[in-house]
């Protein structure tokens, strides 16, 4: 019997299934792209670059060339499918599906994107008119799509993919397509677009997001998987300044959200299903009450009932936990049993409720250290770590490339100024940062640092850093520094108190003490 593909078309579709089932990422995935085109590759720029570094990327010359290839072959396998069915190996039927869903995915991608923005600004207009007390239940928080989004998607995937012998529509339902479709668009719009950097840490720093959201094996998490990932707890560690709080956005803002076909809408507006919550600007009791929330009078303060997040926060969502390594041994014993058991009741309540969504954690502070210096409890530990994501510093990615700098402040020059003037106030400020604090400064203060150093040359032409020391850190001689007069009152207040805080065996309560002032303010100067 003829076969449906010839040698060539069989190559090309399964060269497109594996870039499909790849972590868009990765390195690999260029190279998967060279062998699926061949001599219709176009090759531009570092390999780990060249999607991430592209406004665009479905302008890219090579995602043209395949969307053109995977288009007309599926046009073409279609038109010679035989009426019954029969007869085709189960490998042309895997590679046909492959190329279909590709082109079917990258065709309605424009449509998905326009729902992210729309998404986005709902979420600042909302932001602006609420910046009052938070309502006491979930708000009624869905996201309604345009009523003939969803049914070109599904009569197209219904034409490419409902044919004789094809049961995929049977197993994964148009509307769980519709979602995952939604999803993968998502995370690659929050890992792309947040993350500025192409040094090979960050570029494995955005292939670890990508796993936290879709695990190693997509084609597992779109069939099984997808529904179940509010189990794994992610923990997000990495020194002070490297956008920890982005990572997690990235992964809390990506989480797959059901498609209800029949109302037109996505179970939750994703925009506002990420609750972040910094436990190092809160005392206990406040931790409890935002999290667990309390019952009227449960203490001093507490003048009605109030929903915490773990209660309002959806299936689909996810509270995030920053600066985790700060919190109080009895909130870990908490949240731990909420993490065990998903129960939990709001303080002072004896009601049990119920947390639905997904827990995303981040420290700073090494947690094993912490925890051999008994700050930190194992099994909390232990229920936390399933999945570690690591950010680099930014000294580990200019240390990989000396030129990220150029990037990076080219990015934050975009931020502070517009597309017009950036491009040279970057170059200025390179040149002032290569002259004054020399290619080996440490960055101690990474990210936020640079940031802070271009607000300072923006506004003042100069730039004073906290460490006037390559090496970071406190070590820097303190008469050095006294005597140049280079300190501001805050930098001293600040230096002194980790002084006394590594005095006091870094015990908060012991330099709270000796320092006259209260744990919060010694918690905010650390
Ligand atoms: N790779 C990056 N690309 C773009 N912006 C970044 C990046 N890394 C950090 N930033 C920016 O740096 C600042 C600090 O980031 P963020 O608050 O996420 O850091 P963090 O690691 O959570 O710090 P901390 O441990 O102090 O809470 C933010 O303004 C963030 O937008």
């Given amino acids: 019997m003829k076969r449906l593909f010839s040698p060539d078309e069989l190559h090309f579709a399964q060269a497109v299934g594996r870039i499909s089932a790849s972590n868009h990422f990765l390195p690999e995935r260029v190279e998967l792209e060279r062998e699926a085109l061949g001599s219709a590759f176009t090759e531009s720029g570092a390999a780990w670059n060249e999607h991430i570094s592209d406004?665009?990327?479905?302008?890219?010359?090579?995602?043209?060339?395949?969307?053109?290839?995977?288009?007309?072959?599926?046009?073409?396998?279609?038109?010679?499918?035989?009426?019954?069915?029969?007869?085709?190996?189960?490998?042309?039927?895997?590679?046909?599906?492959?190329?279909?869903?590709?082109?079917?995915?990258h065709a309605y991608a424009l449509q998905f994107d326009a729902l992210i923005q729309e998404s986005e600004e709902r979420r600042h207009a909302a932001a602006r008119k609420q910046e009052t007390s938070r309502a006491e239940t979930a708000p009624d928080n869905k996201l309604t799509i345009r009523p003939n989004f969803y049914g070109a998607f599904r009569n197209t995937l219904e034409h490419l993919l409902r044919l004789p012998g094809i049961a995929i529509l049977d197993e994964e339902p148009a509307p769980h397509l519709f979602a995952y479709a939604f999803q993968l668009r998502r995370a690659f719009h929050y890992i792309h677009r947040a993350l500025a950097g192409g040094s090979r840490p960050m570029v494995r720093l955005r292939a670890q997001i990508w796993e936290s959201i879709f695990t190693r094996d997509i084609g597992r998490y779109r069939r099984a998987l997808y529904s179940r990932m509010h189990d794994y707890a992610t923990l997000i560690t990495g020194p002070s300044g490297t956008g920890k709080e982005l990572v997690a956005r990235a992964i809390g803002l990506s989480r797959y959200i059901p498609f209800d076909a029949r109302r037109g809408e996505f179970a939750d507006d994703y925009t506002g299903a990420f609750f972040p919550l910094n436990l190092s600007a809160l005392s206990p009791t406040l931790i409890e009450s935002e999290l667990f929330g309390h019952r009227r009078g449960?203490?001093?303060?507490?003048?009605?009932?109030?929903?915490?997040?773990?209660?309002?926060?959806?299936?689909?969502?996810?509270?995030?936990?920053?600066?985790?390594?700060?919190?109080?041994?009895?909130?870990?014993?908490?949240?731990?049993?909420?993490?065990?058991?998903?129960?939990?009741?709001?303080?002072?309540?004896?009601?049990?409720?119920?947390?639905?969504?997904?827990?995303?954690?981040?420290?700073?502070?090494?947690?094993?250290?912490?925890?051999?210096?008994?700050?930190?409890?194992?099994?909390?530990?232990?229920?936390?770590?399933?999945?570690?994501?690591?950010?680099?510093?930014l000294r580990e990615q200019l240390d990989d490339a000396p030129t990220e700098l150029e990037t990076l402040a080219a990015h934050i020059a975009r931020q502070l100024l517009g597309d017009g003037e950036a491009p040279a106030f970057a170059r200025e400020s390179v040149a002032w940062i290569r002259k004054r604090l020399g290619a080996a400064y440490a960055w101690p203060g990474n990210f936020r640092e640079l940031?802070?150093?271009?607000?300072?040359?923006?506004?003042?032409?100069?730039?004073?850093?906290?460490?006037?020391?390559?090496?970071?850190?406190?070590?820097?001689?303190?008469?050095?520094?006294?005597?140049?007069?280079?300190?501001?009152?805050?930098?001293?207040?600040?230096?002194?108190?980790?002084?006394?805080?590594?005095?006091?065996g870094r015990n908060i309560e012991e330099t709270a003490r000796r320092l006259d002032v209260d744990r919060r303010t010694v918690k905010a100067r650390l």
Wanted: glycine share 8%.
């Fill in 298 to 393: 449960a203490f001093t303060g507490a003048l009605a009932d109030r929903a915490g997040w773990l209660e309002i926060c959806p299936a689909n969502g996810a509270v995030f936990l920053d600066e985790i390594g700060d919190v109080d041994t009895a909130i870990q014993v908490k949240l731990l049993r909420t993490l065990q058991s998903r129960a939990f009741q709001r303080l002072g309540d004896t009601d049990t409720r119920t947390f639905q969504g997904k827990i995303i954690a981040a420290t700073h502070r090494d947690l094993p250290a912490e925890i051999r210096g008994g700050r930190f409890r194992e099994d909390f530990y232990y229920r936390l770590c399933s999945d570690v994501v690591r950010t680099p510093s």
């Fill in 451 to 504: 940031e802070q150093c271009m607000r300072n040359l923006l506004v003042r032409g100069e730039y004073h850093p906290a460490s006037l020391h390559a090496s970071g850190g406190d070590t820097g001689d303190w008469n050095a520094l006294l005597a140049n007069g280079s300190l501001t009152a805050e930098d001293l207040l600040r230096r002194y108190t980790r002084q006394v805080h590594a005095q006091s």
């Fill in 55 to 105: 406004d665009n990327a479905l302008t890219h010359p090579n995602i043209v060339a395949l969307l053109k290839r995977s288009e007309t072959l599926a046009e073409n396998i279609r038109a010679r499918w035989p009426k019954d069915g029969r007869g085709i190996t189960r490998e042309e039927m895997v590679a046909y599906i492959n190329v279909a869903s590709f082109w079917l995915y």
